[in-house]
């Protein structure tokens, strides 16, 4: 049986959200989907990728997996469930833009920075999926500046991104500029969004429009 507060929770969404909202939801559910960013970010339940960014249903066409990881292009692999979302949001919904959302307190992150990834299960999957973690470099600034948990989530969501890069249809698209590749990092305590700059590769804080 569904948890009460859940079945309690869907019947405020249909009477107070969804009847308010009708008419948006039956357009999108005959016109279908156009989000304006892919966004990629951490199972990790404390991260409402909706509620940061205060989008819409429809807005965002988001992907969570454990520590908001993108493996490198492995055309040979076998169920690429991230590599397969990043697939259709970029080729069939065109999406303009592709964030990598990391944060603060990532336990993902951290079970690869204190280095108890080999002690888990073996032929787990977790294990396995934190290997996308292996050879992960903080940054000296990052690591004086913010301490080592977050500099490591920083050069987790440093490396997403390049590993975005080797795909061939993101590759393309990013040369002809019909897409563009963002990084940030949400601070759970303090609510800060910082944004991985370009030019100075560095985290910093989203500056005003
Ligand atoms: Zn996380």
């Known amino acids: ?10 019947r405020r969404f249909v009477r107070d959200t969804h009847a308010k909202d009708r008419g948006r939801y039956i357009q999108l559910a005959e016109l279908g989907q156009t989000p304006g960013a892919m966004v990629i970010a951490c199972c990790d339940a404390r991260v409402d990728v909706s509620a940061i960014f205060d989008a819409e249903p429809g807005a965002l066409f988001i992907m969570r997996n454990v520590a908001n990881l993108v493996p490198p292009y492995e055309p040979e692999g076998k169920y690429h469930g991230t590599s397969a979302a990043v697939e259709y949001a970029a080729t069939a919904l065109k999406v303009p833009h592709l964030i990598v959302l990391g944060h603060s307190h990532c336990g993902g992150v951290d079970t690869y ?6 002690k888990l299960p073996e032929h787990g999957f977790i294990g396995r999926w934190l290997t996308l973690l292996d050879n992960l470099k903080p940054v000296e600034s990052d690591i004086f500046a913010y301490g080592d948990e977050m500099a490591f989530e920083f050069a987790a969501v440093r490396s997403s991104i ?7 249809f993101i590759k393309k698209r ?9 990084g940030l990092h949400f601070d759970l305590g303090s609510g800060e969004l910082l944004s991985l700059e370009e030019d100075t590769g560095r985290f910093e804080a989203l500056s005003e429009p």
Not at 162 to 168: E, G, H, I
């Open 174 to 182: 990013l040369e002809s500029g019909l897409l563009t590749l963002h």
């Open 113 to 118: 920075r204190r280095g108890v990834r080999d």
């Open 162 to 168: 390049a590993n975005l890069r080797t795909f061939p």
């Open 1 to 10: 049986m569904l948890p009460k507060n859940l079945a309690e929770g869907y």
